[in-house]
């Protein structure tokens, strides 16, 4: 299928997946580009010197086009900005800020750079600043979120901006594909569909709870300062609640979810972890390889947009 994103990105399918901090590792990264689709390493708040390392190992294992995301508010981003550029890397994904002060040098390096954004006016603001896309993400999503939902603000984002538009939040297979075509979108991203992929590395206890979770299953924590996340309801997230209800201070709230997400994603506690998924996860109902999980959605989407 070709669309604006697969010819800017170079790649089969208009399908990215999700730069997931600890999760979207080199394994899943190079099984998503193999397929077809666009892999992201997701650097999350890991030091420069391991977003190298898992740079080369995608190199080892795929020659198609991949990308890393950078969450702008990792103390080292400045550094693993410098290391997109030295390893040549092809494609970058943003979150948790804005990626201004790094345009000038991945654009003169011929990157891709394409920010998440919550709201027409960030859209606005990053076509403005040049950069070649926007994934525009909806409150569905897991990990963290803004408040519109993907229905309303894909199409508000692609009416507002003249550069291609992802689509992202609440997506897992040809319906949802189709549905953000249908709203204008060049390209969807998902990012709990591939938690249960195959090649990712997440621990089979956090995978088989995505695989159990019922459409009522994922719970959002952090509204009161302004940092929301969606995740599964687990103890974590009841004491978390709790705690933010009785009015906790931020520290507080902060130190119940240190290092949460490891503990999910390495050690598989799906008890106090931070099982991130969207609400989509009550749809995912079986582990598949990343070729399969393609295939199967651009089967579904090509039929029914036929």
Known sequence: ??????????????IIQGGMAWVADYHLAAAVSE??????????GAPASFVREQIQKTKELT????????????????????VIVEEGVPVVTTGAGNPGKYLASWKEAGIKVIPVVASVALARMMERAGVDAVIAEGTESGGHIGAATTMTLVPQVVDAVKIPVIAAGGIADGRGFAAAMMLGAEAVQMGTRFVVARESIVHENYKKKILAAKDIDSEVTGTSHGHPVRQ????MTREYLKLEKAGAP??????????????????????????????????????????????EIMKQAESLLK
């Open 250 to 295: 931020f520290e507080e709230l902060e130190h119940l979810t240190l290092g949460a997400l490891r503990k999910a994603v390495v050690e598989g506690d799906t008890v106090n972890g931070t099982l991130m998924a969207g609400q989509i996860a009550g749809m995912i109902r079986e582990e598949m390889t990343c070729a399969e999980m393609i295939q």
């Open 1 to 14: 299928m070709k669309t604006k994103i697969t010819e800017l990105l170079g790649i089969e399918y208009p």
């Open 232 to 235: 599964l309801r687990n103890n």
């Open 63 to 82: 020659k198609k086009p991949f990308g890393v995301n950078v969450m702008l508010m990792n103390p080292e981003a400045d550094e693993i900005a410098r």
């Open 35 to 44: 397929a077809g689709g666009l892999g992201i390493i997701g650097a999350g």
